[in-house]
């Protein structure tokens, strides 16, 4: 009973390196999402996918690229991590209802990401 | 754009008393969701409560009721009987019910609900 599981669940990078972080849910889902949460700013959607080989922009796309070449699993990597990356990031699914509406609208998280960058 | 507001940063309560947390919305838009959900110091998002603004009838989920004035925009939480369980950040949240912008959430920013035993 797994439900969405996020790897690694703390990092500490170095500015510039590069690292991706791992979400992988077992229930079946199409919509899957990345967010990070910052005190005092809430979540913001950093990139979604809502299918497999499908990904689009959220609110703070920059400086991250995403993968869904599972329908399983959705990537996200930080090519040259920087200090303004410093958040922690939570992997969210969901499933598509009928005519791509979900009325119930639940999302399902990870446990969450925390990753500082030095 | 619609937005969600979290007028209270942090409340307190004593355990096994009552607390609303409120919450309030803009939207031009006649059909959509309302969400709380809880942050426990784990971290884990979990959903506490739901609410379709085209029921009248407001959300009861065991200790955890809603009071949804539509008209009003306003979407408040009630717990009732406060544990010690009960302390995290609770989130509301609003999406829209239109197939094209039903993918995303609209976040408040948070309260901090404290549980003094």
């Known amino acids: 009973n797994a439900g969405v599981t996020q790897t690694p669940k703390f990092r500490v990078l170095k500015t510039g390196q590069s690292m991706t972080l791992l979400c992988a849910q077992d229930m079946n889902h199409e919509y899957m999402y990345w967010y990070r949460q910052d005190p005092g700013m809430g979540l913001r959607l950093i990139h979604y996918s809502v299918g497999e080989g499908t990904t689009a922009k959220g609110e703070v796309p920059d400086g991250y690229n995403v993968s869904r070449l599972k329908k399983q699993n959705f990537l996200l990597g930080l090519e040259s991590a920087a200090p303004s990356q410093t958040s922690v990031y939570f992997c969210a699914s969901r499933p598509k209802g009928l005519a791509g509406v979900y009325v119930g609208g639940e999302l399902f998280f990870g446990e969450g990401s925390r990753l500082t960058v030095l | ?52 603004a085209y029921k009248q009838q407001n959300a009861t989920e065991n200790r955890f009721s809603v009071n949804f004035q539509k008209a009003a925009k306003s979407f408040s939480l009630k717990i009732s009987d406060s544990q010690l369980g009960d302390a995290a950040m609770y989130f509301c949240a609003y999406r829209s019910a239109n197939a094209g912008n039903n993918r995303k959430l609209i976040w408040g920013l948070g309260t901090s609900l404290a549980v003094n035993p």
């Not at chain 2, 969400?35 to 739901?50: C, D, E, T």
């Open chain 2, 1 to 52: 754009a619609q937005t969600v507001t979290q007028s209270q940063p942090e409340m307190s309560v004593q355990e096994a008393e009552t607390v609303t947390l409120s919450c309030t919305y803009d939207t031009s838009e006649s059909d959509y969701y309302l969400f709380w959900y809880k942050q426990p110091p784990s971290r884990q998002m979990i959903l506490v409560i739901r609410q379709e």
